[in-house]
Every structure is written in structure tokens, then in C-alpha cells.
């Protein structure tokens, strides 16, 4: 195969899947909005971390180099293969057009396992327990014909196109197809995990990850024990038809003209990483949906529109585009009521938005007074950053367990009053949920309201105290503390800008950054009180998030602006290249810090808008 010439890769196979017209601008290089966003880091470095694990169990294995020259590392790959006895580490399967890079291979005469390492995570007692039982396990349906659940489908799928490229290379090796996952009914036995890994910077800034390896002692590893292999011969073989042909059809448009066909319109449009900023050339979003693209207010603009129905009850993104309608403003509002015509709370708000997004109008509800006057002071404004990735970094806690790494609160402590601010990080590497709690007992205390914004503060809390099985023993007083305080004292602020609530700058989104996004374009005294409380003066058309100020970390700027950017930041305070470099420390603490108190203080500021808009202040 020439150098350059187009291959159906895993990663086109998995994107073609969920949408043809992607394959063709994954190929032809059109430009998308996901980069290397701060979510997709986290998960690459989780990703990294447990592969170095699964290579570190096998220390016979080879790991082998590859880049653009794919026919030269397949014939090293099948150079390799020609051995009885070999294990290898990111092999290279070339067939026809078809590419895939194989985690792991063990190689033992004429069979062959071929095991895709996932960060996804399986209960292992659970699926024993299904297994033992007469079932299928965890991946499949509890009854006769025991169909593959939806949420595992992508990850066989993976297998199986590498399965059935593994065959058709050697058609006389008996292929059995594995998962490596984590497994959450285990525990981690040792402390400070990350520090078992040694991290490669890479990437186009440098703040990627190029590679980890573990570096920890046999009896270490032995200690980490959480990953399970699971055999998924069963399932491979109930895929492998429809994964073959759907691979041919995929192979065959790779040279292809785009197709308007191969759009296939839906509310997933919404969030399609080719839907990027009018303007851009070429423009994915605007080639499949034409002039509708252009329509403004747009209908992938309303709240929830996954949910959303035509008057006949299909899908509504389908129905528009075929009556050739895009505007937010043409959705017929029949469609979202129920069949009996009757208006829940997500029709609410969506009929809420058109309403008011027609007449420019903020619509105040009738319970917002009520509810804001009903609290009482102290009012703490709080907010958590919690980190949960695949391996667990603590001794006692399971994969994906909560690591509650900081608290932000805003107090104010009569109405009117200035917010006092406090706040905890944890920069220790033990285990911090324990001092995370205590600290924050000491800084609500035992009476006022505490306010969030959305439930997650709440559900954090309840699982740090149910999670580890040390949490309970040591201090049974706050596990007491923390069931008053959500039994009796939260209140959810995010449910009144949904209900009570809707500024047209908010469109179909409630999150706090856009709550106080919409409001600050139009509230001077909110200005006026940032720059009073801060000390920093930020303009009616600048973002206040946005306007946080950047640093320049290890020669890279980096900023703070959401929740998953700040786990990621503590990632790298704690454990990454630069862990022992007290002056980038510094600096990513003070990133989250400074991110952490502006949400919430974002929280007060539309807590007081409120206040003002319903006559209370
Ligand atoms: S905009 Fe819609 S139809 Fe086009 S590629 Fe994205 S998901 Fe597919």
C-alpha cells in the first residue's frame, strides 16, 4: 500500500458508525471543535495509565514502533508473528484497505489472543456471579437471546473488526478475542499510585501524553490487581457479519465524492464535532444540512431536543429537515406536548425558550420569589471538584472511586451583605476525602442553607462516605453530619434557572457559566458587584470565565475554564511530568483556585440578580 493512501482505521470505523458523512470529513481533513479538549486529555491519560498497566503484566512482551509508513510496520508486525512464542504491544493489521493497532497480541504456537485494553469499567463479581448462574454476563441481556447491551456494542465492535482482520492475515491461527477492563469490584492495596508511572510528554503542545510505563516492583503491580480479561468469543461471533460488511461499505466510500446521503440528520447533529463556526471552510455541518444550516435561531438550539417530537410523533430534527424548516422558531409546538396533550417540565421549558427567544423577553416564574425568600442566612454558595479516572490512586478505593480534591465557598451571611470566601485543595498525595469532608463541616457548620448548582455536590458526598470502607470507621460523626446536611440543608439552584428562570441569552442551556453569561450581558449592578467583590473590572461582551486569566506552565499556557479542566489540573499538580517542579505547582494550584471561587461567586451574583428581579432586595 502506497505511503498516504486512505485506510479504514479503528477510529474511522467507530466514527463512520455513528454517522457516515463524518467518515468523509474525518478523511478529507475537515476542521472539527474537539482538538484535544480538556475531556478528552483526562481520558487519554486514564487510557494511558491502564495500558502501561496491562503491558506491565506481561514483561516478555515487545512494544513496537509505528507512524505513517503502515505497510513497512505490518511487515514488521507479520515478521514478529512468524514466531511460536511471542507477545507484542501495538501491532500493526493491514488488510485490503482495512487498518487496526493491536494492543496486545500473545502469540503461543498456533493460537492467538488478541486483547483490546479499555478503560471502561465491568463489576467482576457481578458478571461471575451471571455467568455462574447460566447467563451471558455483564455485556449481555438477562434473557433469552441474551442480546449484547447497547453500551458495550462499541467496544466489541472494536474487537471484532481487529478479530476479523487477525484471521484473514493468518487464516490457519485460532484468534480468541479479549476485553481488558476495570474491574470495580476490586480495590486497590497501595497508596499514591500515580507515582508508579513514568509519563512522556508529547502531543502538537507538548502537554499531551506520548507514552507511560509502570515503573513500580512485581509485588506493586500484584497489589494493583484491578483489571479483568474478559473472553468475548461469543460476542465477536454474533458481530462479526454485520462489523465485515459495514467495514466493506466504509472502505468503499473512502475515495468517494461526499454524498448528501450520507447525512444522517438527527438531534445528534446538535453536538456533531463538524458543526463548527459559520465562516470556517470546509464547513462539515454546512455540506449536510445545505441552507438550513444557516437558519438563526437555529432548532438544535432548543433545550433537550433529544427528547423533543413531531406533531405525528417521530423524530422532530427528522421531521424539519424534510418539511426543509430549520429555525428554532418553526418547531410546531404540538410535538412537545405528551400524546394527551398534556406539558411536563422539559415541554415547559422548551416551549418557555421559543416563547421568549421570539419575544426577547426574560420571564421571571412564579415560584422564584417564594423560593429565594424561603432560605436562610448564612447562605453558603458551594462547589466540589472531584476527580474519578480508571485507576484508583489510593489504597482501599475501587476504580473510578471519588478523589474529592477541593471545595469552594461563598458565604453570605445577611442579605446584601459582601461574600467571604474560603476554600480547600488538597495537595497532599494520601488519600484526601476524609479531610475534604472534615474541613468542609468546619466551614458550613451546623445551620444556614447551602446552595449548589445542579445535584452533584449532593451525590458526591453521599458516595466519598459510602465508597471507602475507612471513611465510616474513622469518623462515623460526619457520615450523621453529612445526611443532615443533604436531608435538610441543600437547596439546587441549577432547578430554579430551569423552572423558575429563562433569559434569552440562555437559549437551551441552564449550566451556571451560562445562566451568568446571559444575565452579565444585561445586568450592570452584577457588574458593578463583580468588580466590588474582585477587584477586577470585565466588560458587558467579555466572558467572565473566559477573562480568567491564562499561565504559561513548563513553557505551555494553560487555563482553567470548566470542571473537567480543573481535574485535569490537579491531575498534573499531583502526578504529572511536572509533579516535582514546585514553581508549575504553584501555578496549576493557582488555576484552580482562581476557577473554583469564580464558580461560586458566579452563584451569589445570580443568586443576587435574582434577589433583584423578584423585588426581595
Ligand atoms: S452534522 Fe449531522 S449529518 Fe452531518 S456529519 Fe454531523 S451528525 Fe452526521
Redesign the pocket.
Known sequence: MPIGARTLSKSDYKIAR?????LF?RENGYPDNTGMNDYLKLLAYGGYMVDALACARRPDGIALEYGRNHAADFATTMEHLARDDVTLFQATLLWNRRLARADILEKRGNAIRLLEVKTGSIAGDEHADSVAKGGRGSMRGVKSPYHIRNEWKEYLEDVTYQTILLERLLPDAAVTPWLVLVDTSRRSGIDDVPSLFDIERGGRDGAGVRSMRFTGTRDQLAELDILLEVDVSEEVAMLRGDVDSAASVFESMLDEPFDRS?????S??GS????VGSGVEPN??E???GDLALARPHALELFSIGTAKSPDRGPLVEYLVSTGKASLLDIPEAGLRTAKGEIGATAARQLRQIEHTRSGDIWIGPQLRDQVAALSYPLYFIDFEVSRIALPYHAGMRPYGPVAFQWSCHVVDAPGSTPRHSEWLNTESTWPNLTFARTLRDALGDAGSVLTWTAFEASQLKDIAAEHPRFEALDSGLVDWIRDLIGTRFFDLHKCARDQFYHPGMKGRTSIKVVLDAVWKTDPIMREQFLQWTGRRVSASEDPYKALPPLVIAGVEQSVHEGTGAVRAYEAMMYGAERRDERARAQWRELLLQYCALDTLSMVLVFEHWRRTTGIA
Not at 18 to 22: L, P, S, V
Not at 272 to 275: G, V
Open positions: 455513528q454517522c457516515d458523512a463524518k470529513f450520507w447525512a444522517h440528520h438527527g445528534k447533529c456533531c464535532e463538524f458543526r462539515g455541518f455540506e449536510c444540512w
